[in-house]
């Protein structure tokens, strides 16, 4: 049969096992210890900028780890950290793909600010060191040039005129807060962070949320998007919601992804190049 064939060669194979292979040592260096929750779950997230793929028994490929990850800290664990499949409906060209590896950790007593400092030794590590610039998600916007009047489209308008450089967004909007806590000297605006690299969007991450109540307004607030832009609901995940009651520790996350790092480590233009077998 035609098109049987791996989408990378063995020497891509060989230079995505050498940055796994960082990873894992750049995590077990600092005490980070590994984990792996399942990759199907009874529930998935509300965010109205992620579509979830249905199995034909009613699970979800899960979108991240995260829920199940906090879960686990809720539990007692320690520092976590994983590298696992994670799965969106639509998401597919160059930088995208509906399967895609994340690395996904959470960093107890870490707020944004810290861990905004480890995402970036860790891509030093695999990348080689380069500086960092800092900019509000308002101060990008401000840099965007385009009619875009979709606020989408005026992000990644913004984001491709930053260059070749690597760049941490900060201070979202409380509006796009996603998991992420409200600061407490601004309640306007999120600690959440995206890195962007060469123009890619790498990582995003937050000083987390840890108020149950809190959470269940928002995933209430994004199904009534939902339902006015006539898409499915999603069930709020109740035991996210009874491990949060239960104590969810001050910490923050990030996710990465994983693909599009291994792109950037070797000059790849294309996201297919660098996964075993990008159409299945």
């Known amino acids: ?17 050498e940055i796994l292979g960082s990873i894992r040592a750049f995590f077990a260096e600092r005490g980070v210890l590994e984990v792996q929750t399942p990759t199907l779950g009874r529930t998935s ?15 979800f490929l899960q979108t991240s780890p995260e829920y199940y990850m906090k879960r686990l800290l809720a539990a007692g664990a320690p520092s976590i950290y994983q590298i696992g499949p994670a799965y969106r409906a639509g998401e597919s060209g160059q930088a995208h793909l509906t399967e895609f590896t994340l690395v996904e950790w ?11 400092a480890e995402v970036a030794d860790l891509i ?71 890195l962007v690299v060469d123009g890619l969007e790498l990582a995003n991450g937050y000083h987390e ?3 149950a109540e809190e959470l269940l307004e928002r995933m209430c607030r994004d199904n009534r998007r ?3 832009r006539g898409r499915p609901e999603m069930e709020p995940d109740r035991r996210l919601l009874a491990a949060m009651h239960h104590g969810l520790p001050d910490c923050a996350g990030v996710a990465l992804g994983l693909d599009r790092l291994v792109m950037l480590a070797s000059g790849a233009s294309e996201i297919a190049t660098v996964v075993p077998f990008a159409r299945h």
């Open 226 to 228: 939902r339902r006015e």
């Open 209 to 211: 949320l840890t108020d």
């Open 106 to 116: 959470y960093r107890l007593g870490f707020d944004d600010d810290a861990l905004m």
């Open 1 to 17: 049969m035609e098109g049987w064939e791996p989408t990378c060669t063995v020497e891509a194979l060989r230079a995505r096992a």
């Open 45 to 59: 997230v509300t965010d109205t900028e992620i579509e979830s793929l249905k199995t034909t028994g009613g699970d």
């Open 124 to 194: 030093d590590s695999v990348l080689g060191p380069e500086p960092y610039r800092r900019l509000t998600h308002a101060e990008l916007l401000a840099t965007r040039r385009g009619e875009a009047a979709e606020p989408d489209l005026q992000f990644v308008q913004a984001v491709e005129n930053l260059g070749e450089c690597r760049v941490f967004i900060t201070d979202y909007p409380a509006g796009q807060a996603a998991l992420a806590r409200l600061r407490p000297d601004d309640s306007g605006v999120a600690a959440r962070f995206e």
